[in-house]
């Protein structure tokens, strides 16, 4: 007879500041390029939970509500050495509990997918990440009477409300702590805006995200400023896998890694409108 091993014991709790040096270290563990910046950018506009035992954290789970109309599930590691001990249920099962908006969100590796197709979720789409350095990068001419120009002093609003028309909602925090920590480029057509895509410094390198845009043309036209100004540096983005630009910025030299599944519950994704989001700032957040 075989003996029954002890179930492995570990509490939940809220996620504090204090436990996020332990959660980067967590996330380095799984292979994530993630520093302890990049965990404070994102615990800084949402909320999480930490799974511990004893003295040691062995797993994690942050979500991010916009507006009302949908929340964001992320950041969720569980430690590989004690997977299929129930942390990761328990962590997803705590959040979900408590939401109340239409639409839960979340980007799942195929380690995850099983579980979270369990409790609900489908999926509905692909996020591709691209990653490394491009050396010689064409110029991407936009369309006759656009021009691309640095953010101003005077465009938060403007940024707002073209991310809005993106998503179907709006995420005001989120581009306060973009214009907070990182850069922007706008695409304007006379007296109107059209476009955006943020720069910042992320893991390894810098990451370029997100891009909104009405057409490939617009967003191949933003992100090519980010990429030819930044020649040789290490770079990350992030793209649906229907926005069409993932053979493009392979031929850069930026070559698809970890594709992800895109999974809902609840209420679906916004249909496509005017604009459109071409790359996210983060798996995460979205």
Not at 27 to 32: F, I, L, Y
Request: contains cysteine; glycine residues 10%; aromatic residues 8%.
């Amino acid at each position: 007879m075989t003996a029954t091993q002890p179930a492995f014991l570990f509490e939940v709790l809220p996620m504090r500041e204090a436990d996020l040096p332990s959660a980067a270290a967590l996330s380095r563990v799984v292979g994530w390029p993630h520093r302890l910046e990049d965990w404070q950018f994102v615990f800084s506009l949402g909320q999480g939970l930490s799974a511990w035992s004893g003295d040691r954290l062995v797993g994690t789970a942050m979500w991010w509500t916009y507006a009302g109309a949908q929340t964001r599930i992320g950041m969720v590691i569980v430690d590989p050495t004690i997977q299929r001990s129930g942390i990761g249920r328990s962590l997803m099962e705590t959040i979900t509990a408590q939401m109340t908006t239409p639409s839960l969100v979340l980007n799942a590796t195929k380690a995850g997918e099983t579980l979270y197709r369990q409790m609900g979720f489908q999926p509905v789409g692909t996020i591709v990440q691209h990653q490394g350095a491009a050396f010689e990068v064409p110029l991407v001419q936009p369309a006759p009477n656009c021009r691309i120009r640095p953010m101003g002093r005077n465009d938060r609003d403007r940024l707002v409300e073209l991310d809005a028309r993106a998503l179907g909602f709006r995420r005001e925090a989120v581009i306060d702590a973009l214009i907070a920590h990182g850069d922007a480029v706008l695409l304007d057509e006379g007296d109107r805006t059209i476009g955006f895509a943020f720069y910042r410094r992320f893991g390894r390198g810098f990451a370029i995200g997100p891009v909104v845009a009405q057409d490939t043309l617009s967003a191949k036209a933003l992100i090519a400023h980010w990429i030819g100004s930044n020649a040789g540096m290490f770079l990350r983005i992030d793209v649906p896998g229907e926005s069409g630009l993932s053979g493009w910025l392979t031929d850069l030299g930026l070559a698809p890694v970890s594709p992800v599944i895109t999974m809902v519950r609840g209420a679906p994704l916004a249909p496509r409108g005017e604009m459109f989001a071409f790359a996210i700032a983060n798996q995460a957040i979205g």
